[in-house]
């Protein structure tokens, strides 16, 4: 009889990647499903990218690639760093990846001790906490409400910490909520971990372009914490290179060297084409994508407008990325012929079920009254679900 380990029966399956299991096969049915599961933009890669992947092919960069990847990728990332950032990453602090995901993981599985708590701040990606599970270490979730704008301040964070504390990590842009941190804010987070020079903080900064307030602040920028910090990113949002499979970090010299020694013995480097298109979009300025992030605003505001017209739904006001993480919890105790809605993974449900519309459930986030929405698709499409959605909660009594 096969035998699984404990890691794996410990771990949660990816909500988002079941939600979006579950709508392709409902789909090849026959139903009619609106998707709006996943954090995927709805826009191809741009040509000059794909131009740059295509002289790759030719130029027959087809071979083994250095582990933490091309010496001119790292030196792009570095300048662009430098130039977006204001950070100064030298070319032996940085590692590419296979996402930011990995990315994630290859710092955590090199810190974490079993024991060893890590801050979360809730709500969260998915990924968060069953990476940390799997490196035996004890999240230690901070609930941060819609009230707050799902965000956690300074002195949230000195409450949480203990002598096991080892990491904080957290995202800005934030997925699931949109949620985006100041500058004061940050400095804010910068202030007590100084206090604490044992603690790394990882900041996912994947969805640094897709802000609609102005410049994306880092929480590296704070020298007297600049040691302490590693910087995620990756090319899967703003440039649309979700297949593409790339992420990387900056880092303090000896985690990056630490994270190159845990990804040689996993997955070696990322694919050689990916890093050699990745290189011009590191080159790239940032303002050819003002056309995507106008269009990402765009729908932000019409699913907000939507939502104002449905009672019982609370929003924030997402800064960033492509999610709206709505309050749903007006609709707990309610009930639909015999069903009654207890939370908001069966309120999810009934939303596929009655308004044939996947969204993601907020107890995959860490928020247990709210759904995640993702925004990354037409206008059109978005009206349709959102009147789905209306229509489908207007049964519920």
């Avoid at 040689?264 to 003002?290: E, N, R, W, Y």
Wanted: charged share 25%; with cysteine; aromatic share 8%.
């Amino acid at each position: 009889m096969i035998q699984l380990s404990d890691r794996l029966l410990s771990m949660e399956e990816s909500a988002t990647i079941a939600m979006a299991k579950k709508s392709r096969e409902l789909k090849a049915q026959g139903k009619d499903i609106i998707s709006l599961s996943l954090g995927e933009p709805d826009f191809f890669t741009p040509d000059f990218i794909k131009d740059a992947a295509k002289k790759a092919l030719d130029d027959n960069y087809t071979m083994y690639t250095p582990v933490a990847g091309y010496d001119d990728l790292r030196e792009s990332i570095s300048q662009k760093f430098l130039r977006d950032n204001n950070l100064r990453y030298a070319k032996d602090q940085i590692v590419v990846s296979t996402g930011a995901k990995q990315s994630i993981a290859n710092v955590i599985l090199s810190l974490v001790n079993p024991g060893d708590e890590v801050i979360v701040p809730a709500p969260y990606w998915v990924s968060y906490i069953e990476i940390v599970k799997v490196a035996e270490g004890i999240p230690v979730v901070i609930n941060a409400g819609i009230e707050k704008d799902f965000k956690i301040t300074g002195d949230d964070l000195e409450k949480a910490i203990t002598p096991r504390t080892k990491m904080l990590v957290f995202s800005t842009p934030c997925n699931p909520t949109g949620s985006v941190y100041t500058k004061e804010e940050l400095a804010d987070l910068a202030r007590i971990l100084k206090k604490y020079p044992h603690i790394i903080a990882l900041s996912d900064e994947i969805y640094e372009h897709i802000n609609f307030g102005g410049k994306h602040e880092s929480l590296a920028q704070f020298d007297e914490i600049y040691e302490q910090v590693v910087t995620v990113n990756g090319v899967s949002k703003a440039w649309a290179m979700t297949g593409w499979r790339l992420g990387y970090i900056g880092a303090p010299k000896l985690i990056a060297q630490a994270c190159d020694k845990m990804q040689g013995q996993f997955t070696s480097a990322t694919c050689s084409i990916t890093q050699k298109a990745t290189v011009s979009a590191m080159h790239a300025d940032p303002s050819v994508l003002k056309d995507m992030i106008a269009a990402f605003k765009k729908r932000r505001d019409l699913v907000l407008s939507l939502l104002e017209e449905i009672p019982g739904i609370r929003t924030n006001n997402p800064g960033g990325a492509f999610y709206v993480f709505p309050n749903c919890s007006a609709f707990f105790g309610k009930r639909f012929e015999n069903q009654v809605i207890s939370n908001s993974e069966q309120l999810c449900m009934f939303l596929l079920e009655q308004g044939q519309v996947a969204l993601v459930s907020g107890e995959a986030f860490g928020d247990s009254n709210c759904f995640r929405i993702s925004y990354a698709a037409s206008e059109e499409t978005l009206t349709k679900a959102l009147k789905r959605i209306k229509e489908a909660l207007s049964k519920l009594v």
